[in-house]
């Protein structure tokens, strides 16, 4: 069912779909369960469950009260959920006794950021899998897919590895083809992903500035629409960085409008989280409501201390437009600091052509990165003079004469060199050669607790999953703390949320705005995607000084039916699949 260019399908007809889905599931899986009784408990009399999870408190990811009950697992699929009891005496390969301890369905991540680790990394994601996360959705700006010759072109052509990876994944059906190289590279936790906007611009334009239209358009669309069919969740945007910043309102609404018929979602980190933060979401909206899309927006916040008053005024907006029957909803981490590139200080046009570090060295191009950010002459945000210098933390220099500046302020580097922060940014970011993880400290506690009581949140980290064993760089705790930072602190102590939906912004509400219909609750039928947690003890550890310490708390994770995480420690199992939008279409090979 369709609606018109400018309105949004309703959430009740996604509800409707999403229960028929679920019944159908359900009765398949009916179908092949020996027998069953009362709430699905098995005959004991019928093939052996491979794991049963007992006397738990059933968290199912819906929002509903808890109960007590037991889980049955045979192969990859949820089979039974029963009573507490229930499954007592029935066969089972592994049994795990779950009493005074929650059973909830597996996290999904609506802002995963280990691309990189799934393709070539080790694909434990340990940092996450022991936060219960099982599923991470990427695509905020950037995927490995799709990519044409314009895009690789401005690869830099020292860059051979990373031009031999890139043209994997040339050709229509590339994003198919990069979803399906992480999971034969071997990843612990599910994996899907939104189409990233700035990999589009970068597919047509390069990383030229100006308007994309004609022909660079309708490649664009045409991109869009194939990897929709490979299984893309919507767009993904970042319209603070480059070249996502260069296109327009108008650009991103006609590639969502090609993404439409295929059910797709636009989700948006926004182009002013700050002094322009009403006006970014009104532009959010309203590529929403032209495009014919549902919206979603990355890591909603107001940032900056001169725009914490912004929140109310914030949350009325995406409440107005609901009202109006628009599906605008978004997502959070549970921290008052961001992080992302050192070189997000400065203005777009510092990035131009993909000559970042070339215009930095230029004495002329610096002249007038320093004009721009005087005085500017179009809006842009600097996240260093929004943090103040005070306010950015330095996470890791690689050079020999930065090294000795990684986890410290800006303003501490600048003061020892002399310089003031625009000239150290510069300096450090030309030294580099690369751009830096810095942590940006932004955002008010108060806000925090505001937004996550808000109905329509869910919860995404914004984050890789690390290995503390073999990282030693700074990262944002996030990495490690997001979800029992919010089971912890502000479920179990402030009791800001209730666990139901503590638990529900973390899976089932993921699940119903992608449309994933056989992940996100506890049903019978449902992928074995399931975290074992104790809700008295969960807590995060992970600083920002300190960043590489595991969460505790979270017991037993499954994927597909594997266990992940046993008794707090990673199995070493990688039993990830690929987790695809609702028009995926076979483009050859059978789906994982």
Not at 15 to 36: E, G, K, Q
Not at 538 to 564: A, C
Request: charged share 20%.
């Amino acid at each position: 069912m369709r609606l018109s260019s400018d309105s949004f399908v309703p959430v009740r007809v996604t509800l409707v779909y999403r229960a028929l889905a679920i019944a159908l599931i359900a009765a398949s899986a009916a179908c092949a369960t020996a027998s069953s009784t009362g709430r699905g408990a098995a005959s004991t009399t019928g093939a052996p469950y491979d794991v049963v999870i007992e006397n738990g408190k059933i968290v199912d990811g819906s929002g509903n009260a808890w109960f007590y009950g037991d889980v049955g697992i045979r192969g990859d699929r949820i089979v039974t959920i029963s009573r507490r009891g229930e499954l007592g005496k029935v066969a089972a390969q592994r049994r795990i006794d779950a009493n005074g301890l929650v059973v909830a369905p597996g996290f999904i991540d609506i802002q995963g950021q280990s691309g990189g680790q799934f393709l070539n990394g080790d694909g434990r994601d340990v940092g996450k899998l022991t936060q219960g996360v099982t599923t991470e959705i990427l695509g905020e700006a950037y995927t490995a897919a799709p990519v044409s010759d314009i895009s690789i072109a401005d690869i830099p052509a020292d860059r051979t590895a990373q031009i031999a990876s890139a043209k994997r994944f040339l050709g229509p059906h590339g994003f198919d083809a990069w979803l399906r190289a992480m999971q034969a590279h071997g990843i612990s936790a599910n994996v899907g992903s939104f189409v990233g906007a700035s990999t589009l611009r970068e597919y047509a334009m390069g990383m030229h500035m100006g308007v994309a239209a004609g022909p660079a358009l309708d490649s664009m669309r045409t991109a869009m629409r194939n990897a929709m069919e490979d299984g893309a969740f919507g767009l993904g945007s970042a319209l603070i960085y480059p070249p996502g910043n260069y296109a327009n309102t108008e650009e991103l609404i006609e590639i969502a409008k090609a993404m439409a018929p295929y059910g797709g979602v636009y989700i948006t980190h926004m182009r002013s989280e700050a002094d322009q933060l009403l006006e970014a979401m009104d532009e959010a909206i309203r590529i929403g409501r032209e495009g014919g899309v549902p919206v979603e927006i990355y890591h909603l916040k107001a940032a900056g201390k001169r725009n914490w008053s912004k929140a109310p005024a914030m949350i009325a907006k995406i409440d107005s437009a609901r009202a109006a029957g628009l599906d605008v909803q978004a997502n959070m981490y549970p921290f008052t600091a961001g992080g992302t590139g050192l070189a997000a200080c400065l203005p777009p046009s510092a990035s131009a052509d993909g000559k970042l570090f070339e215009n930095l060295a230029d004495p002329a191009m610096r002249a007038k990165i320093r004009a721009e950010v005087a005085h500017p002459t179009s809006y842009w945000e600097s996240l260093c003079e929004l943090a103040t210098p005070d306010g950015v933390l330095i996470a890791a220099l690689r050079t020999p004469e930065n090294a000795r500046w990684s986890g410290h302020r800006l303003a501490e580097i600048s003061a020892a060199a002399g310089k003031d922060w625009l000239e150290t940014v510069m300096n450090l970011l030309v030294s580099e050669k690369r751009d830096i993880g810095t942590l940006y400290f932004l955002m008010s506690e108060d806000n925090v607790r505001l937004q996550l009581k808000q109905p329509w949140m869910k919860i995404g980290t914004d984050a890789t999953g690390p290995d503390p064993d073999s990282v030693k760089s700074l990262v944002h705790p996030r990495s490690y703390a997001t979800y029992p930072k919010i089971l912890g602190l502000y479920v179990r102590e402030e009791r800001i949320i209730p666990l139901e939906d503590a638990v529900r912004k973390m899976s089932g509400a993921v699940a119903d705005r992608l449309l994933i219909h056989d992940r996100g609750l506890l049903r019978p039928g449902m992928y074995a995607d399931v975290v074992v947690f104790d809700a008295a003890t969960i807590k995060d550890h992970s600083t920002y000084e300190q960043p590489h310490q595991l969460s505790t708390g979270v017991r037993h994770v499954f994927v597909n039916g594997v266990e992940v995480i046993r008794d707090g420690r990673h199995t070493g199992a990688k039993p990830g699949r690929i987790v695809r939008g609702p028009a995926w279409r076979d483009s050859g090979a059978a789906q994982p």
